[in-house]
C-alpha cells in the first residue's frame, strides 16, 4: 500500500514506520565518513537490530557489534559476518558460543580475561582479543548513561593494567560518549592518548566505542574525519574502529500513534494514546527525553489553547509527557506521530500490562509500505512459557 508520509493518514493502529531513504541518507553519510578516514563503523545492536532491513546496511558497512550471546547469533546468522563483542560479564554457559561468533572480543577486566582468553581462543582459534579501558573522562551528563561515573562497573583504568599485556590481547576497547559531538571526541581522545599511549604499541586496533552521533544534522563531521585522520599519523600501525548505534536509526522514522480518549484533571488535559512510554519509548522516562512531535509544539508548561500532555495506554501512573500546543482539538482517532522514534526503541520495548504492540513498517523508497512485524497475544503470552 503507497501512505503519505507527511500525515499517515489511514493508519488505525500504531506502528514504527522506519523509512527506507532516511535510513540510506544516514548510511551514505556513515559509510563516506570511514572511507575518507580510513575507519571501520560497525553497528551496534543495542541501539538497532532490526534484521529484516540487514540488506540495506550490507550495502553500506560490513560488521556489526554485540554485548550478549543472541546479539552475536543475530549478527552471525542474520548480519552474515562475525561481530565485535564486548560484554560486562561473560558466563561458563555462553563463553564459547559467543566466541564463536565473533571475530573480536573485549574483557571488561584483569579477571574476566584471565578465566576466558584461553576458552574463547580454544572455541575460535581466529578470534581477535581485546581489553575494555576506562579513560576516567566523559562529559555524558546524564549519570544513567555515563560510562565513566565514579564507581563505574565498565572497563579497566590504567593504573590496574599490566605494563606488559599478554600476548593474545590486541586491541583496547574505550566507549565514553552518548549522542555526543565531534568536539567532544577531540577533548576525550586526548584523555585516551593520555592515559593509555603508552601500550599502543602493543597493539593492532582500537574501538573507539559508540555515541558518536555524525548523521545530527549540527554534528561536525569534518572534524571527526580530521581528527581520526590526525590520530593514523601518530599510530599508524593502529586499525580504528567505530560502534555507533543512534547515528544508523537517527530521524529515520517515527511512531504514529492514535488518540483513543482525552481525559481532564485539575486543568490539565490528557490526550491517551494507544501507546505506551514506558513500554514502547522507555527512554522517554529513563533520559528522560522528550520527543518532537510533528504538527505539535513542545511547551514546558500548560499554558495556551489545546495544550494536551500525551498519556499511556499502561496503567503506570507516570507513563504520560507533556505538554504539547496542537493547532485544534485532538479528536478520538486523529494521528499523534511522535517523531525519531527508530533507535533505543524496538530493541527496548517491552509487554509490560500486555499492551497491544506498535507493528513495524517499512516505507520503501518506491513509496510502498511493508509490514515488517505485526505482534500478536501469541508475541505476549510466549513471553510467559
Known sequence: MHIDLTTFEGLSRPAYILEESRLRRNLELISGVAKAADVEIILAFKAYALWKTFPIFREYIS????????????????????THTFSPAYTDYEIDDIARCSSHLSFNSLTQMSRYAERAMKANPSISLGLRVNPEYSEVETEIYNPCAPGTR????ADKLP??????????????????????????????EEKFSGWFKQLKWINFGGGHLMTRKDYNVGLLIDTLNGFHKRYPWLKVILEPGSAFGWQTGPLVSQVVDVVEDMGIRTAILN????????DCLEMPYKPAVRFAKTLDENKGEHVYRLGGNSCLSGDFMGYWQFDHELQVGENVILEDMLHYTTVKTNMFNGISHPSIMLAKENGDLELLREYTYEDYKNRMD
Open 63 to 82: 560488521a556489526t557489534t554485540a554485548s550478549s550471546l543472541y546479539e552475536a547469533r543475530l549478527g552471525r546468522e542474520e548480519f552474515g559476518s562475525p
Open 154 to 157: 565498565f572497563g579497566i583504568r
Open 163 to 192: 605494563t606488559q599485556l599478554p600476548d593474545y590481547i590486541t586491541g583496547f576497547h574505550c566507549h565514553c560518549h552518548c549522542e555526543s559531538s565531534a568536539e567532544t571526541f577531540v577533548r576525550s581522545l586526548s584523555h585516551i
Open 275 to 282: 501507546v505506551s512510554f514506558t513500554c514502547h519509548m522507555p
